[in-house]
């Protein structure tokens, strides 16, 4: 029986990966076309990985050079003033799956872990009324592995009793560390790694899982 429910927030709760990909774009202006978008690719693929990791894959491994800690925090604040100004907009969430949530907030206990940062995430999610609906928000620079293994051993969840609901194989593969199901939603190229695809939240019935 399926009873603790764990959402990633990028691509599932809102549609903002478009935002997160214009961020890394205005971030990384000074550069050429052709290495930034070199970034998007990898960032696109790897929709969990925090924004830490991906400013310093930019610089190691497409612009092969080293940058400190300060500069990597540097670019993550300014990434994180994009979000901030353009992501409070509500038009980018998605309404299904919040339905289904307030639907379902009484039936299963719900969470985010995401790769966005964690205070961010939690301050956006306040902006946008939506925080009363989770009982936690995680996220970066935790990596998502992590925050889903404190979170089980934290609020004593069952493994056998708790999905992991998300867009990215990062989302998989951390759900898959802790030993937990996952389920896929918004990509059809999960599917191949899913053990139940959700075509849409308005006729999921978990019960019959």
């Given at each position: 029986m ?5 959402f ?12 997160r990909?214009f961020?890394?774009r205005?971030i ?13 690719r990898?960032?696109e693929?790897?929709g969990g ?10 610089y ?15 670019y ?6 994009v ?21 379902n ?5 719900i969470h985010?872990?995401s790769g966005?940062?964690?205070?961010e ?36 969840y069952?493994k056998s009793?708790?999905v ?17 199901r996952?389920?896929g ?6 599917g191949?790694y ?13 019960d019959?899982?």
């Amino acid at each position: 029986m399926i009873k603790n429910l764990l959402f990633d927030f990028d691509g599932v709760i809102m549609d903002s990966n478009p935002i997160r990909t214009f961020g890394f774009r205005e971030i990384f202006k000074e550069f050429s076309n052709e290495q930034v978008e070199e970034l998007i690719r990898y960032h696109e693929y790897n929709g969990g990985i925090p924004r830490f990791d991906k400013i310093r894959y930019f610089y190691r491994e497409i612009l092969k050079r080293d940058i400190s800690e300060e500069n990597v925090e540097e670019y993550a604040g300014k990434f994180s003033e994009v979000m901030k100004r353009e992501l409070v907009k509500k038009e980018y969430l998605i309404e299904e799956t919040l339905d289904f949530i307030r639907l379902n907030r009484d039936k299963y206990r719900i969470h985010i872990v995401s790769g966005s940062e964690e205070k961010e995430l939690q301050w956006l999610c306040g902006q946008l009324d939506i925080d009363s609906l989770f009982i936690s928000i995680h996220g970066s620079p935790t990596l998502k592995p992590l925050n889903i293994r404190q979170l089980l051993d934290e609020y004593r969840y069952e493994k056998s009793e708790t999905v992991m609901i998300g867009d990215s194989i990062n989302d998989y593969d951390a759900a898959h560390e802790n030993g937990i199901r996952f389920f896929g939603f918004n990509n059809s190229a999960m599917g191949e790694y899913s053990e139940y695809y959700i075509l849409s939240f308005s006729n999921l019935n978990l019960d019959v899982l």
